[in-house]
């Protein structure tokens, strides 16, 4: 059984299952999400493999070989069709055209099931999705349950990175109109013990972990894979939670709700989110594998039966890259494969981050400024850092998406801006190099500047044209 059919013999169905990794119902064979392609704007449906298996990723890297890709919508396999698709804007706008939000790269959240490849989605800080017209969702203090399968080690204290029931009108209406998972480590409404991240119930303009609207003994999380629960009926909700690898679901709070006003009753709108908040706050970041909502206040029986069943899943992670030529503690440089411009290699001038012409009989001072040093990803292990030359204890890092070499301040925030995650080539040739953090984003030469571009993107170096090629790089030996 799937974690819908249990769900659904406890009494309690799924009204919506979304999952861009597996089948959620044993009977579900039809599409999981869709993507889109960067190279001619084509788009597929990637379904299980079987009826109730895991998702043919093999279809995704086929049809995305040598082009980026999209996830454009992550189906409802409820039969409801309450599937979710790019997020329009709100109370804040994204940062597409029109104020819509980023849509996930198909290709940032690797894993494997019982050994078989999938791909989560991951949310950048920008990326949403969202259904404000539910079919079936609990409305006013009516009772749902939900669960999410997220990575437990990629958070932030943005708002708000959330999974569940929201506003219809992408909008704060006000305490109360919510009732979603949030992950991450925001403090500014409640948080729990240690420093975080945890596991909140959004509930609109809070993040609860218990009765009080700032401070209760909810635990801070440390699981790769972790699976969140949130549940809320009249004057009832809980939160719970355990690594989704083994083990058990525990009781993080179960009781009334909160005490501010507005709460109790609840005023549920009955949209769903992905990645946002209820009035489109972009902030948050996290990686989202597969979750539901259900109709109802589930048992926790019925919960613990559902963890059986991700447990037996068998998430595990896998490769962050693809492609050779990085080592770490080797000394390296990146020639650039446009044409017009392959006698350029990646370089800094102070903090710029450019390409330059370098040759056999250049100065030492400019083979130094094009060679880096290969160090383990300072904020992900599984990727890489690119160390300076000339100016050790300074790495390329992004910032507003523009390439900086800037010293490592020791920061969470720059050392995930100073990890990136090689490819190989998208024009064929060596390797093309996505930022860790913004997996659409990858490292490009544009006007003979370093930026991470995404391919045909709202900024001036997010232009399709010869997109392939700008972020292609030949990776060789250090000049220096
Ligand atoms: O409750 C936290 C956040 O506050 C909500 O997600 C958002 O709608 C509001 O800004
Ligand atoms: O480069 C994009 C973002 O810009 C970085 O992640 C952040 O540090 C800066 O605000
Ligand atoms: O960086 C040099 C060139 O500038 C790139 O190839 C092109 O995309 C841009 O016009």
Redesign the pocket.
């Known amino acids: 059984a799937g974690p819908c059919d249990l769900y659904a013999t406890g009494g309690t169905p799924c009204i919506a299952a979304h999952s861009t990794t597996r089948a959620l119902y044993n009977s579900f064979s039809g599409a999981l999400y869709q993507v889109k392609r960067g190279s001619d704007g084509a788009t597929t449906n990637i379904s299980p493999l079987t009826a109730g298996g895991v998702a043919n990723a093999g279809a995704q890297d086929t049809f995305c070989a040598r082009t980026t890709c999209l996830i454009t919508v992550i189906y409802d396999q409820s039969g409801r069709g309450n599937h979710l698709t790019q997020a329009p804007p709100g109370g804040f706008q994204g940062p597409e055209a029109n104020g819509y939000d980023n849509l996930a790269s198909a290709i940032g959240a690797p894993v494997t099931l019982n050994g078989q490849k999938a791909y989560g989605v991951f949310i950048s800080?920008g990326t949403g999705y969202r259904n404000n017209a539910v079919s079936g969702s609990a409305k006013g203090d009516q009772a749902e349950g939900m669960y999410a399968i997220l990575d437990g080690t990629h958070f932030n204290g943005g708002c708000c990175f959330d999974y569940g029931n929201a506003e219809t009108n992408n909008l704060d209406t006000g305490n109360g109109h919510m009732e979603a998972i949030y992950y991450g480590d925001s403090t500014y409404w409640g948080s729990g013990t240690g420093n975080g991240p945890w596991l909140m119930a959004d509930l609109e303009n809070g993040l609860f972990t218990g009765r009080n609207p700032k401070n209760n003994p909810a635990p801070s999380i440390t699981n790769r894979f972790f699976t969140a629960i949130v549940k809320g009926g009249p004057n009832q909700w809980a939160l719970r939670g355990g690594n989704a690898v083994s083990g058990s679901l525990s009781t993080y709070f179960s009781g009334a709700r909160p005490t501010p006003s507005g709460y109790n009753p609840m005023s549920k709108e009955g949209a769903i989110i992905l990645g946002i908040g209820g009035d489109n706050s972009v902030s948050g970041q996290g990686t989202f594998y597969e979750g539901v909502m259900t109709t109802g206040y589930p048992s926790d029986a019925t919960e613990n039966a559902v963890q059986a069943n991700i447990v037996a899943a068998g998430y595990a992670t896998t490769s962050l890259t693809s492609g050779s030529g990085f080592n770490v503690g080797s000394s390296v440089s990146l020639r650039a494969t446009t044409s017009g411009y392959t006698d350029r290699y990646l370089a800094h001038t102070g903090a710029t981050v450019n390409s330059q012409v370098v040759t056999s009989s250049s100065a030492s001072s400019l083979k130094q400024q094009a060679t880096w040093t290969v160090r383990a990803g300072l904020g992900n292990s599984a990727c890489f850092s690119f160390e300076s030359r000339d100016q050790p204890g300074s790495f390329i890092?992004?910032?507003?998406?523009?390439l900086k070499v800037n010293a490592n301040d020791g920061s969470k925030?720059?050392k995930?801006?100073a990890t990136f995650c090689p490819q190989s080539g998208l024009n064929g040739q060596g390797s093309s190099i996505r930022?860790w953090?913004?997996p659409t984003?990858w490292i490009r030469h544009y006007d003979n500047v370093g930026y991470?571009g995404s391919n045909g993107g709202v900024k001036t170096f997010d232009a399709a044209k010869s997109f392939n090629d700008d972020v292609s790089w030949v990776v060789g030996a250090g000049l220096a």
Request: proline letters at 6%.
């Open positions: 800080p890092r992004h910032y507003d998406f523009i925030a720059f995930e801006d930022a953090g913004y984003r991470v």
